[in-house]
Structures are given as structure tokens and as C-alpha cells.
T-cell receptor
């Protein structure tokens, strides 16, 4: 499974757009890129998944360049409730599917 | 609520005792996963089931740990002879499988404290 690298922490203010970048230089052809969000004392929550270019849902956008060696999770107009840890994962959906989490990026949104 | 549920939410036990946790996945999901999470770390994979078959176990799952999913619905995770190092949050997740395997839905977790 491809190893991912993301910042340990980020700070932002309410109403700003937040972009969290994840590096995955060894991504394989069949790998998907998936992002999860986790609040304290809760299980992770699936945010978004993509393979290439751009994916958007009601929560976030995911930008993946052509070489797929990195990806950027974009959260528009964050609020205090977006304070959480965000995990970037890379792997193959068709295999066993066990997720390999790193330490994630702790996002702190300030008023 | 049709999400993943786990019981109990908290468990305090003494070292050497056995504990059992239960997970009820989303009913139409055929894949079920167990993870363990310690403070400041991301969840670590323990084991997973496709229907009632246990298809993979992590090296983290010592012989004191056993998991079952007898009818392909709910699952149990048992830890025998608990040790203080077993203190962690135990998370269960379910997935529809196939192309959506990485879209996993997690329960609230069971926090285990071994004293």
C-alpha cells in the first residue's frame, strides 16, 4: 500500500477555505485516494474518494493532479465544527479494503 | 438510526479478565472490520469479515484476541486475559464492498480501560 505524508497540524479561521495536501509518491495504478474525518471520541467518517482530476460532494472537493502523486482536500468556508483530524488514505478498493491510517492532520478552526 | 452501533461504549476491567464487544453493522453491508485506536494515533486494522468468513487478521491480533461473525450480521470481538496494553478504543466499521470498499462506516467505538 502506498505511504502517505500529510502535515501534522493546520490552523484556520472561520469562513476560510482550507486545503490539506497529501503526498503519495508510490501510488499504484489501481489505488484510490480516500479522505476521512475524525472528531474526538468518535469513529472516523468517510468524506470523499477519488481516482483522478476533481471530485466534489456536499462536504468537500478533492483535487488530484495528472501524476496522482499528491492530492488536496479542500474544505470551503470552514466553521468551528470542522475542527477535527483528517486522514488521507491510498489503496485498492477491490482488495480486502483494510484501511491504513497515518497520524492525520489535526485541523484547528478558530473564531 | 441505521448506522453502525457498538456495545458497550465504555468498559473498565481488571488485568487478566476477559471482555467481549459487540458490533452491529449497517444491515446491507457484507464487509465488517475491526480497528484499534490509541491516543494520538490513527486507527489500526485488526481483522475483517466478508459475510461470516474472517478473511484477514493483522499481526496485531494476538492469540488472546478472537472475532466472530456467526450469521454474517453482528460481530463480536473477545479479548482474553486482558493486559494494560490492550487499553484503547476499539472501532468497528462496515462497508458495502466492491468498488465502495474504502467507503467504510464506523461505529462510535468501545473504549476499553484495563486497570
Amino acid at each position: 500500500l502506498a505511504k502517505t505524508t500529510q502535515p501534522i497540524s493546520m490552523d484556520s479561521y472561520e469562513g476560510q477555505e482550507v486545503n490539506i495536501t497529501c503526498s503519495h509518491n508510490n501510488i499504484a495504478t489501481n489505488d484510490y485516494i480516500t479522505w476521512y474525518q475524525q472528531f474526538p471520541s468518535q469513529g472516523p467518517r468517510f468524506i470523499i474518494q477519488g481516482y483522478k482530476t476533481k471530485v466534489t460532494n456536499e462536504v468537500a472537493s478533492l483535487f488530484i493532479p495528472a501524476d496522482r502523486k499528491s492530492s488536496t482536500l479542500s474544505l470551503p468556508r470552514v466553521s468551528l465544527s470542522d475542527t477535527a483530524v483528517y486522514y488521507c488514505l491510498v489503496g485498492t478498493g477491490g482488495s480486502q479494503g483494510n484501511l491504513i491510517f497515518g497520524k492525520g492532520t489535526k485541523l484547528s478552526v478558530k473564531p | 438510526d441505521t448506522g453502525v452501533s457498538q456495545d458497550p461504549r465504555h468498559k473498565i476491567t481488571k488485568r487478566g479478565q476477559n471482555v467481549t464487544f459487540r458490533c452491529d453493522p449497517i444491515s446491507e453491508h457484507n464487509r465488517l472490520y475491526w480497528y484499534r485506536q490509541t491516543l494520538g494515533q490513527g486507527p489500526e486494522f485488526l481483522t475483517y469479515f466478508q459475510n461470516e468468513a474472517q478473511l484477514e487478521k493483522s499481526r496485531l491480533l494476538s492469540d488472546r484476541f478472537s472475532a466472530e461473525r456467526p450469521k454474517g450480521s453482528f460481530s463480536t470481538l473477545e479479548i482474553q486475559r486482558t493486559e494494560q496494553g490492550d487499553s484503547a478504543m476499539y472501532l468497528c466499521a462496515s462497508s458495502p464492498g466492491g468498488a465502495r470498499t474504502y467507503e467504510q462506516y464506523f461505529g462510535p467505538g468501545t473504549r476499553l480501560t484495563v486497570t
